[in-house]
């Protein structure tokens, strides 16, 4: 029961949010002093709303699993509506041009999971240690288990 309403609330986001993944967490120390390594994201992704230079985006590059977490620094409009931007994570001394895929200049707004709407500083660190440290997580497992197992109804 508990993982279905999980599950609900997580597609429930999905569609109020109008992003395929409405929570990230922040991976790097990229957007430093923006975000820090391990801060909750909680994004929109709605398809009407211009992006703007200055609007914090989290994109997809064909050939990466994870998605990336920048700054849009420049917009690029084009005359039939369509949009262009590039990217640069505010800790970084270079543009993204190098993480996106060969020959791609620009992104483009197929390539954005979401836009920053709000935080919760580190409350992510737990999913990074679960991940830099399987065995946390197979005893973090353990410990929930023999929990649910032991406990006695009253």
Do not use: C
Not at 39 to 67: C, M, Q, S, W, Y
Not at 80 to 86: D, E, P, S, V
Request: hydrophobic share 45%; proline share 4%; charged share 25%.
């Amino acid at each position: 029961m508990i993982v279905s309403s999980a599950l609900m609330i997580w597609k429930g986001l999905i569609v109020v949010t109008g992003s395929e993944s409405p929570i990230v967490v922040v991976l790097s120390g990229s957007m430093e002093p923006a975000f820090h390594r391990g801060d909750l994201l909680f994004l929109t992704n709605f398809h009407d709303d211009p992006i703007r230079a200055g609007e914090i985006v989290v994109f997809k590059v064909e050939g990466r699993d994870i998605p990336i977490v920048h700054r849009v620094i420049k917009v690029h409009e084009k005359g039939n509506g369509n949009i262009k931007f590039l990217t640069k994570g505010d800790n970084n001394e270079v543009d993204d041009r190098g993480l996106y895929k060969e020959g791609q200049n620009w992104l483009e707004k197929k390539d954005v999971v979401g836009r920053a709407r709000g935080f919760l500083p580190y409350v992510g660190m737990v999913t990074i240690i679960m991940n830099d440290y399987p065995k946390f997580k197979y005893a973090l497992l353990a410990v929930m288990g023999a929990y649910v197992l032991l406990k006695r109804e009253s």
